[in-house]
């Protein structure tokens, strides 16, 4: 069986950090890329980061550059996302998805509509001012 799981999310004091796991279990982990995602009330999803265990790639959106690092384990089967210098408007739940790729990582692998294989249930991130 396949899962994603997401997990150390949390009510954070902005400028704090937290580091958000995604652990999978059920596919060939190096084979895949892993995006992360979040979505605020009332907004629609974003893309974050993404990353291709196999080599290592990273793209990150514009606005989180700097504050937001994307990295695996193969060895634990988990993509982890550090945030640092925590916002208010990082409010919302965080999600990991997985996708088989063939070619490597590409920008479009961090877009939301991306046909992502397997989504996680997502974890909340509360940042209070």
């Known amino acids: 069986e396949v899962q994603l799981v997401e997990s150390g999310g949390g009510l954070v004091q902005a400028g704090g950090s937290l580091r958000l796991s995604c652990a999978a279990s059920?596919?060939?982990?190096?084979?895949?890329?892993i995006g992360w995602f979040r979505q605020a009330p009332g907004k629609e999803r974003e893309g974050i980061s993404c990353i291709y265990n196999n080599d290592g790639n990273t793209y990150y959106k514009d606005s989180v550059k700097g504050r937001f690092t994307i990295f695996s384990d193969s060895a634990k089967n988990t993509v982890y996302l550090q945030i640092n210098s925590l916002k208010p408007e990082d409010t919302a739940v965080y999600y990991c998805?997985?996708?088989?790729?063939?070619?490597?990582?590409?920008?479009?692998?961090?877009?939301?509509?991306?046909?992502?294989?397997?989504w996680g249930q997502g974890t909340q991130v509360t940042v209070s001012s």
């Open positions: 998805a997985a996708v088989r790729s063939y070619s490597g990582l590409h920008y479009s692998m961090c877009n939301p509509t991306y046909d992502y294989d397997y």
């Open positions: 059920g596919f060939t982990f190096d084979d895949y890329a």
